[in-house]
């Protein structure tokens, strides 16, 4: 499977097919880890780890410079941890053909539904994604992508790591 091509979408339907949003987090890495151990062995297993870097908006930065700057910085960091994550569930027993990266840069209002968005597009039997942790106060007045992606999706189940 390779990173960019998602075209075999007939033959993911009849395997398991995981899509992990993940991000930098301890969090993240503790979602891909638990995927390592609970899936390791099983070759009709696919997963996707996803990453999403929100676009900022164009009066964030000072100047175009420093947006984009920002942006490269951002899309390293995410680069690093998708490699990261990718030699995890290798050292765990998965192939090269079991793991597919996906990193996304877009506008979005809610990173929960570009998840669901993609999960959507890649037709993902099950939806891994790490809880950061909020309180009950800060999940009101930020929302939970956890808890938007548990709640809205369709088709597919939903794992909440811890």
Request: proline share 2%; aromatic share 6%; glycine share 6%.
């Amino acid at each position: 499977m390779n990173d960019n091509h998602f075209g075999d979408l007939a033959r993911r339907d009849q395997e398991r097919h995981l899509l992990a949003a993940v991000d930098e987090s301890a969090n993240s890495r503790r979602a891909v880890m638990y995927l390592a151990d609970f899936f390791c062995g099983h070759p009709e297993v696919f997963i996707t780890l996803l990453a999403i870097i929100p676009e900022p908006s164009e009066d964030f930065f000072p100047t175009e410079a420093e947006r984009c700057a920002g942006l490269e910085e951002r899309r390293g960091i995410m680069t690093k941890a998708l490699a990261d994550y990718r030699l995890i569930l290798l050292s765990a027993g998965f192939s090269e053909q079991q793991i597919a990266s996906r990193l996304v840069v877009r506008k979005c209002v809610s990173i929960g539904e570009v998840i669901l968005e993609e999960q959507e597009k890649l037709r993902c039997c099950i939806v891994v994604v790490g809880r950061r942790g909020l309180s009950h106060n800060e999940e009101f007045i930020f929302g939970s992508t956890s808890s938007k992606v548990l709640h809205q999706a369709r088709n597919c189940a939903v794992m909440v790591v811890e």
